[in-house]
């Protein structure tokens, strides 16, 4: 009876995951950015802890594999596309740019596209065992998500460059571009310079920039990736 109940374990931690990526596609919609942020958050809590459970307790599963990408779209992936899509219909177009106005928001499902590729990728790529190989899809809903309910009604969206941001960060998804894990393997300085350091910099950036602050962390980890992908 205890084994039956701890072996879905993980799988129901990764429906909570799903569920709150449901709840965030629905705030998003509704523009509630903020709502929506705290959602995608509580989905990323819920995606640790079913790894977590499922190597402690030893309860993996091709289903539980299967479900956990398919819920990572969800939250990580539909979820930040709808906040932008309702990003893209409440910033402001120039006269010149108002031809695209009807048009241009469907441009933010290219995040959902890319997250899935992104997933299926990592899900059959041996190399992405102890780092990652382009911007993994939490990191980059994290990032919008952030960037939106943090900035958030600043008039300083123009419609060309959020499109750009757009097609920037889905290219990242899918990029070869080496990109370090927080795992540590121990506490020392040494081994683990990079990820303190990433850390010790989130720090102030969360300090100083309070909501958005997670968005610049995100645009810190590619740097730092960027910076350090020689030493890896």
Not at 161 to 174: I, K, R
Not at 216 to 223: C, H
Request: net charge neutral.
């Amino acid at each position: 009876m205890a084994n039956c109940i701890t072996r879905h374990i993980p799988n129901t931690l990764t429906c909570l995951n799903l569920f709150s990526g449901c709840i965030a596609c629905v705030m998003a919609f509704h523009a509630r950015f903020e709502m929506a942020l705290l959602f995608i958050f509580i989905g990323a809590a819920f995606d640790f802890f079913d790894g977590f459970a499922a190597r402690l307790l030893h309860a993996y599963s091709n289903i539980g594999k299967d479900l956990d990408s398919l819920a990572d779209d969800i939250s990580f992936g539909i979820a930040p596309a709808l906040i932008v899509f309702s990003l893209f219909k409440e910033i402001h177009y120039p006269e010149q740019l108002a031809f695209l106005a009807p048009w241009l928001p469907y441009a933010a499902f290219l995040i959902a596209v890319f997250s899935a590729l992104r997933l299926a990728k990592f899900n059959n790529d041996t190399r992405q065992t102890t780092s990652f190989i382009g911007l993994p899809v939490p990191a980059n809903a994290l990032f919008w998500s952030s960037f939106v309910a943090g900035c958030y009604p600043l008039a300083s969206y123009h419609p060309l460059l959020t499109l750009a941001l757009v097609c920037l960060f889905s290219w990242l998804l899918v990029s070869e571009i080496p990109m370090f894990s927080l795992k540590l393997k121990s506490l020392s300085w040494k081994e683990n310079k990079i990820c303190y350091l990433f850390i010790i910099v989130s720090i102030a950036l969360l300090i100083g920039l309070q909501i958005a602050g997670f968005a610049a962390i995100i645009v810190w980890y590619i740097l730092l990736s960027l910076m350090t992908q020689k030493k890896q």
